[in-house]
């Protein structure tokens, strides 16, 4: 058992990418959990509340760990009115869109959410899109919480490791949604995991965690030839039936092939793997110029929340990664796990 | 010992990438060869003469097996004189390009290069860029030569299998250079390694050599973990002594970080991945409009000529991969070849 495991008492190195958006539900962090790995719920588009009902709901199902994900809030840029009236016509029922809160609420959202982890005993907090705020490392450690950044370059773990991350998830070019990057935050940048772990792992003390493209125990046992302590999935979880997956959702991971996903800003304004659909063919000029994040998000909402509910795989973001023949066929978390980590693979 | 390294009498399971344009020259085949790899030859941007002068001198320096590598000619794409016009105004000393060759004259000089391989005894030929016609592939296998092909895509992997290739090598998005693609060209489909190599060798019965990235043991460890019998590496080896590299590219290699690369067009009209340099910043907002293979590249070649000379790295092509951190310093083949397999490793 490696320090990784040690530290979260794990059976298996396996975590469960904290996929925000809706496949990460309680019943699937559960169910992870439950099979020794580390079940996460994303809380990136969650109220507070509903967070705060996710996690009461995980408990119910695990007393396992699981860790709660979040966003850390960024500087929102500018955008001139004249660009954002430009994609209003060309993002169908952008007009319904309700108007995103503003970076002070971000901030809100983000500390409330600190408390509820901090009171909910929840001992694992993992961060996206950034460096956690001091203060919040602070009162976090204060009780016992393990942290966890998300890298996609040497750079971007250092620095993690010296804002004091007990664990960094490294996320190769391979991975599916979006880029958790905060320095390198060009897609063109990205590093796919067979370069970028053994460099990032060379240069911080702490665990590497994989992600990225990695679907079965060829995977995982290349991640750790190369210097990780585990692995993260998230393409493989979509698939399982515990995940809040919907059913043309599913379809599509199951008929896509490797060549068939690219990275794409075209949906939420921040470079995200999902396999290529109308959307981003037909929007594929204006990649360039998408809004920034949240603005295309919000503008894109309503889109996609139609394209669910019509069941149209064309307009809603099919997020996945390289790894994808990983979903062949539905699955169960316990199938997944078991071929993941066979029993009695000493690790 | 492997089937592959069976095949080619090898005694490390390394290629070293055939580095068409300068860095894979005789001394550095000859080198990887006496070492227990297979060393190569790039004819891709040779003359027959120059291939033929070639191959003798690596047979002076070693009488281990090494390759030839070819360029599959391609169809050539039709463009207007106006956009020849225009990037004739963008690319500093383009009027002294010397007139291209026609696809007849490609495929002329295919065949003499076929003719050269046959009669020199070279007993092993690989291609990039295609699938190699059946004529040439039926001569090569009767002189008992082994054939090596380059996929980036579990479909490609599976055509060349389909068309006679004893060997595939898998190309990575992680990989330097030029991308080998010839039914997935876009950079952007490229797949990183650790989610490439199994679909791959889950769909073929050839021996898969993994291509991008790797430059130490851990990454041959991990290939081997995914499924591949071998791995092929080329920025490794170009800060190697025996290596044709330049001083100022050896230099900008040894100081490059992971995300310092991104794919571009720019430079020959076909994706491949260097370091970004003035030239590939300054024409940014061209890169999806480049002409085809081969006119950027003829077009180009006056100016990446004169930065040779002038040893100015900013309008030069820097191919170079992701696991750049090979080249902290430059080192020998002998070094890098007991670093990457040391001795008594079982594989």
Known sequence: MNEFMKLLSLSKPVIQAPMAGGPATPPLAAAVSNYGGLGSLASGYLTPETLKRQIEETKQ??????????????????????????????????????????????????????????????????????????????????????????????????????????????????????????????????????ALIPQAADHVSVPVIAAGGIYDKRGVAASFALGAQGVQLGTAFLACMESGTSAVYKQKLIEAAETDTRLTRLFSGKPARGIVNQWMEDRRIDEDNALPYPLQNTLTKPMRKQAQLEGNPESMSLWCGQGVRAATKQTTVKELMDQLVPAGVIL
Request: contains cysteine; proline residues 3%; aromatic residues 6%.
């Open 61 to 194: 199902l695990t007393s396992a760990q699981f860790q709660v994900n979040l966003f850390v809030p960024e500087k929102r840029e500018k955008v001139s009115r004249k660009k954002i009236e430009d994609w209003q016509n060309k993002i169908p029922l952008s007009q319904s869109a309700e108007l995103e809160t503003d970076e002070e609420q971000d901030w809100n959202d983000f500390y409330e959410k600190i408390d509820i982890v901090l009171n909910s005993g929840v001992k694992v907090c993992s961060f996206t899109f950034g460096v956690p705020p001091v203060d919040a490392v602070k009162e976090l450690k204060k009780r016992d919480c393990c942290l966890i950044g998300t890298a996609v370059s040497v750079d971007e773990a250092v620095l993690l490791e010296e804002k004091g991350m007990d664990i960094i998830v490294v996320q190769g070019s391979e991975a599916g949604g979006h880029r958790g990057a905060f320095l390198h935050t060009k897609g063109e940048a990205a590093v796919g995991l067979i």
